[in-house]
């Protein structure tokens, strides 16, 4: 059984300055937005100095064997195994080899997207990326049907599929994940300890049912290159969210990044309750005290790169 450390990613010890994050463009929330192609592709370039998403977006079967010990990246003190079962659904190749889409779509889990009629903008997108299992089908009109990737930290089997304790939480939660068919699912694993089961029940009853997905397991390193990559630029995140990880994955692989269901507040610009999640009862409470993120300073740092054209923040209902 071999130990698998974090190793240090190659990141260039200079600090680089990159004065487009934090720049003081106009304020105005002009409804005029056009695309920044160079400051996009300077922005990829940056990250790709502390992480590549082609590479880091998942582990590979080469490198490792069944009883590998890893150390989670949030408690160091606690390992997990990797057993066999996840090893059998470790990718041989990186899922997003080679490619690379026009116009990519993240979708947020804010409550802004409900009413918002942007389920069909959504899905003309030519990659779709999703966070945590959200579901799609009961809200297609807002949200869209269409996924490429989503992500699913193993606390939703928990919050979403209440831990799959009875026959019809099992059969609901096979069912999203058939749902899928032949998208990514981008589990985080090796992050915070505590979803070592949910994690292997996951992926006991994909292999069980032969569900159609394409699973990727992050590096050891993405996280901390992540937050490497915004500590540098002076946006002093503690946790990144799922959402922020994503947009610093895809930049990888996408030209223009547009963003829905990002508003971590609880009010919309007229006041309008809005809720923390489109689909359940979480409230704000959830974030606040103990949360380890930072939504509204990563929200603000999009809303600086909105406004320079870098990606597209879209925040009220669409046409
Ligand atoms: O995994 P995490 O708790 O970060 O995410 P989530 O609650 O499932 O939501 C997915 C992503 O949507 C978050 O990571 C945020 O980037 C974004 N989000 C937001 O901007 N505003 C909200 N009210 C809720 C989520």
């Known amino acids: 059984t071999s130990l698998v450390t974090y190793r240090k990613s190659k990141v260039s010890s200079s600090p680089i300055p990159l004065p487009y994050i934090k720049s003081k ?10 695309f920044n192609r160079t400051l996009s592709n300077l922005i990829r370039k940056h990250i790709l100095r502390f992480l590549d998403a082609e590479r880091d977006i998942s582990i590979l079967k080469s490198t490792f064997k069944p009883g590998d010990v890893i150390h989670y990246i949030f408690d160091r003190q606690s390992t997990t195994n990797i057993s066999e079962n996840l090893y059998h659904l470790l990718p041989t190749v990186s899922p997003m080899k080679n490619q690379h889409y026009k116009q990519c779509a993240i979708v947020g889990n804010s409550g802004i997207l409900l009413n918002s009629s942007c389920g069909r903008e959504i899905d003309s997108h030519d990659f779709v990326i999703r966070c945590n299992l959200a579901p799609v ?46 998208s990514v699912l981008w589990i985080p694993a090796f992050m915070a300890k505590g979803g070592e089961e949910r ?29 490497g990559y915004w500590l540098t630029n002076h946006v002093q995140i503690k946790r990144p969210t799922t959402g922020l990880l994503m947009y610093t ?9 547009h963003l829905y269901g990002f508003w971590p507040f609880a009010h919309d610009p007229d ?19 103990a949360s380890p993120h930072t939504m509204p300073l990563e929200f603000q740092t999009l809303h600086a790169l909105h406004r320079q054209g870098a990606l597209r923040l879209h925040t009220g209902p669409c046409q």
């Open 271 to 289: 006041g309008k309750s809005v809720k923390y999640h489109y689909y359940d009862t979480l409230t704000y409470h959830y974030t606040s005290g």
């Open 199 to 227: 994690v292997e029940w996951a992926i006991r009853l994909i292999l069980l049912h032969t569900v159609n997905v394409r699973t990727a397991f992050p590096s050891l390193r993405l996280l901390h290159a992540v937050r």
């Open 137 to 182: 089908e009961e809200y297609a009109a807002d949200v869209g049907l269409r996924t490429s990737l989503v992500t699913m930290n193993p606390s939703v089997v928990q919050r979403a599929f209440q831990d799959l304790n009875s026959e019809e939480w099992v059969q609901r939660f096979v069912h999203r994940l058939q749902s899928l068919s032949g």
């Open 25 to 34: 463009a106009s304020n105005s929330s002009s409804p005029k937005w056009t």
């Open 249 to 257: 994955m895809a930049t990888r692989f996408c030209d223009e990044i």
